[in-house]
T-cell receptor, first 113, second 114 residues
Framework: AQTVTQSQPEMSVQEAETVTLSCTYDTSESDYYLFWYKQPPSRQMILVIRQEAYKQQNATENRFSVNFQKAAKSFSLKISDSQLGDAAMYFCAYLQGAQKLVFGQGTRLTINP | DTGVSQDPRHKITKRGQNVTFRCDPISEHNRLYWYRQTLGQGPEFLTYFQNEAQLEKSRLLSDRFSAERPKGSFSTLEIQRTEQGDSAMYLC????????????FGPGTRLTVT
């Protein structure tokens, strides 16, 4: 079964600085999707960024970018110019069987003003 | 398009009682998913529907849990004889059939079993 591991339970960063959240996964599939979701306190899950495994180019969405290392099964999220509104739980996820999402344990990100 | 909605947002119940949650997906989405998120953990898949057909159930979905989507629109998740271990956030998501990589989540129903 596919697993997703986030080894950083908590991270903090100064406002306007850059932070990288780590994620590794295990799969035997060759084509798949990976995601980073953001869950602010008491608010719903929001998709931050998506990566298709067959695309070698790393996905980018404004201040958010990923470093996708397929051979190493690594999928990190870089947040540039951190803002107070970025404070949230961040979950790495894998789409299993093109159907259901498998999530990591999450990383709580704190932004220090 | 009002997004995925869930009702109620919060539910407090006593152990042994039955509870039912409702999820209304985005109107044109024919796939609907249920996930459970316990405190400090990532969501875990419970089950999903394509139209009215329930296509997969997780081992997490014990016999006390039942989900339905009778007309292929809204879905209900019922938990019978609740236990304290059922306390969690129950999340609903929806997508188009061929776009499971675009799942939109609702705000969740937080269940507390006392």
């Amino acid at each position: 079964a596919q697993t997703v591991t986030q080894s950083q339970p908590e991270m903090s960063v100064q406002e306007a600085e850059t932070v990288t959240l780590s994620c590794t996964y295990d799969t035997s599939e060759s084509d798949y999707y990976l995601f980073w979701y953001k869950q602010p306190p008491s608010r719903q899950m929001i998709l931050v960024i998506r990566q298709e495994a067959y695309k070698q180019q790393n996905a980018t969405e404004n201040r958010f970018s990923v470093n996708f290392q397929k051979a190493a099964k690594s999928f990190s999220l870089k947040i540039s110019d951190s803002q107070l509104g970025d404070a949230a739980m961040y979950f790495c996820a894998y789409l299993q069987g093109a159907q259901k999402l498998v999530f990591g344990q999450g990383t709580r990100l704190t932004i220090n003003p | 398009d009002t997004g995925v909605s869930q009702d109620p947002r919060h539910k407090i119940t006593k152990r042994g009682q039955n509870v039912t949650f409702r999820c209304d997906p985005i109107s044109e989405h024919n796939r609907l998913y249920w996930y459970r998120q316990t405190l400090g953990q990532g969501p875990e898949f419970l089950t999903y529907f394509q139209n009215e057909a329930q296509l997969e159930k997780s081992r997490l979905l014990s016999d006390r849990f039942s989900a339905e989507r009778p007309k292929g629109s809204f879905s209900t998740l019922e938990i019978q004889r609740t236990e304290q271990g059922d306390s969690a956030m129950y999340l609903c998501a929806s997508s188009q059939r061929d776009r499971a990589y675009e799942q939109y989540f609702g705000p969740g129903t937080r269940l507390t079993v006392t």
